[in-house]
């Protein structure tokens, strides 16, 4: 094993130092899952205000209990345990629409314990960490990667959305001048349009055939698609149902103003990828040298890890590179 040339006070204080740390990993994710984005459910209630004319009513009871039903697994126990584990179940679901895969909070919590399982049987069993050590890690790891992937899946379903969007409205403005209703060019839009542009579109229209109207439809897709220019388009098709005038000129404009928008990010990214790919090398060259150095002389490598003093080095060092890596990251991120 590993640490079997501690002393054993110096495995307790090793233990202690990786597992309060790890410790401090989940709590760190415990807040995610459990606090929510303020400023952004504040823009939300006031672009909903401002689209409907009036202060946000409370959504009827009837429809969350719907939704909610679909996430149960069928056994009241498990039911009432994930009630209780998960703080948040309603952003947990938000995250999970937004991925575009039918993924219900059962089945994420399902995959989070296999998650922990299958790291606790490599960290303990087969690796030989001690007890102490691999259940914090296990727990750690196993909320953080179905985190992350959820994460990766709801941003690229957006990115993918953007790409097409601006040639949705221009196909949408084709159809008002042509003499359509609104009501028929998102039927169009959702037809013609690739996916999840038409998709999404089309779900508008299923939603306009049982009666919602065209703002509640495309604020429903609004909680899958969370984005500004998506929202634009929202008021902008509220503001000319109240006040009146050529709606195809003020969605024809919208458009041009998301395709500059997208040019001066890609612009961006352009003029930042030096930096992005510093930090890429900066921060992997650590470990490259790590494993190089251990290919070609392990024990001398070995002594940072059984040393208690190695692993407090590696501490640090792990602190400072992932400090220097997210300043960098936070240099070549821009708001447009």
């Known amino acids: 094993m590993m640490f079997g040339t501690f002393a054993p006070a110096d495995q307790i204080t090793v233990m202690l130092v990786v597992g309060g740390a790890t410790l401090l990993i989940s ?33 009827p009871k009837s429809g969350t209990s719907a939704r909610r039903s679909q996430d149960t697994s069928g056994i009241k126990l498990l039911d009432a345990l994930l009630k209780r584990l998960i703080p948040n179940p309603d952003l947990l679901r938000s995250r999970l629409e937004k991925t575009g895969f039918k993924i219900t909070v059962f089945k994420y919590a399902t995959a989070t314990v296999l998650f922990i399982a299958n790291i606790f049987v490599f960290c303990y ?43 949705a409205i221009e196909l949408l403005c084709r159809g008002l001048r042509a003499g359509l209703p609104i009501s028929e060019a998102i039927v169009t839009v959702g037809h013609d349009a690739p996916d999840p542009v038409g998709a999404e579109f089309r779900g508008v229209a299923n939603a306009m055939r049982v009666g919602q ?8 897709v609004s909680k899958r698609i969370d984005l500004p220019d998506f929202k634009f388009l929202i008021i902008a098709i509220s503001i000319q149902r109240e006040t009146g005038g050529n709606l195809a000129e ?31 090398i900066i921060g992997s060259l650590p470990f490259i040298m790590f494993f190089l150095l251990w290919l070609a002389n392990g024990s001398y490598v070995m002594t940072l890890l059984e040393d208690p003093r190695g692993m407090y080095m590696i501490g640090v060092g792990l602190t400072m590179i992932a400090s220097g890596v997210g300043v960098m990251a936070k240099m070549v991120r821009f708001e447009i």
């Open 27 to 59: 709590l760190l994710l415990f807040f995610t899952f459990a606090g929510g984005e303020s400023f952004s459910r504040q823009s939300k209630r006031r672009l909903i205000e401002i689209s409907q004319g009036e202060k946000t009513m409370s959504k």
């Open 125 to 167: 069993f087969l690796y030989g960490l001690p007890l102490m050590l691999a259940i914090p890690i296990s727990i750690a790891s196993g909320l953080f990667l179905p985190h992350v992937i959820v994460g990766y899946l709801g941003g690229r379903r957006i990115k993918k959305f953007m790409k097409t969007f601006p040639e």
């Open 213 to 220: 109207s065209i703002e509640q439809g495309l604020w429903n």
């Open 250 to 280: 003020t969605l024809g404009g919208l458009a041009n103003t998301l395709r500059k928008r997208r040019q001066i990010k890609l612009k961006i990214k352009a003029m930042s990828s030096e930096a992005r790919a510093s930090a890429w």
